[in-house]
């Protein structure tokens, strides 16, 4: 199975999502999840991980399926000299036993050099992609061929829509 997740942030917690799918082209998940997290650590710059990534444990708690591959809003690397973002965290906390591609909506200064950037739909603006367990150049052809005629994929603005309705 294939999760994207997605975490959003209200007044009381964190809501995180995830949708499971079977292949890339799916227009549909197989199953969502949904959980509460209250409370969040406060946002520190420079170690986003610490706020979001025990919101994405907790609702990975209720994944039943093996999980070949995780998408995450955001970088899996900072950097060309992978300094890590939240998805070699989540890489780092699962074992290294599950693939996660990181798709970022903004770049940054110096992204060109390490991210995937990937256009899609009649966009020129990219995505860029980063993964850790597989390359970059092969998490950014999943991601290209995701379904959805725009340039975010149906499942990730799904998964997005769904955290914001559950934010507490």
């Known amino acids: 199975m294939i999760a994207c997740l997605d975490v959003s942030y ?18 549909h ?5 949904v959980a509460h997290v209250a409370p ?10 610490l706020r979001e990534l025990p919101c994405l444990m ?3 708690q209720q994944v039943e399926a093996p999980l070949a591959t995780i998408v995450v809003d955001g970088f899996v690397w900072l950097s060309a000299e992978r300094r ?5 965290h989540l890489f780092e906390a699962l074992g290294g036993e599950v693939v ?6 903004t770049g940054f200064h110096g992204a060109e050099g390490f991210a995937e950037p990937v256009l899609r739909g009649v966009s020129r603006k990219p995505l860029y992609v980063t993964a850790s367990g597989t390359d970059a150049a092969t998490a950014a052809g999943w991601i290209r061929a995701m379904h959805g005629a725009h340039r975010i ?15 507490p």
């Open 10 to 27: 209200g007044q009381r917690g964190a809501a995180a999502a995830c949708l499971l799918f079977r292949a890339w082209t799916d227009a």
């Open 29 to 33: 998940e197989q199953r969502a999840h």
């Open 40 to 49: 969040v650590a406060p946002y520190q710059p420079g170690a986003f991980y």
């Open 58 to 60: 907790a609702v990975l």
């Open 84 to 88: 890590p973002g939240l998805g070699a």
């Open 100 to 105: 996660v591609v990181g798709v970022a909506k």
């Open 153 to 167: 994929p149906t499942l990730l603005q799904r998964v997005d829509r769904l955290c914001r309705q559950e934010s």
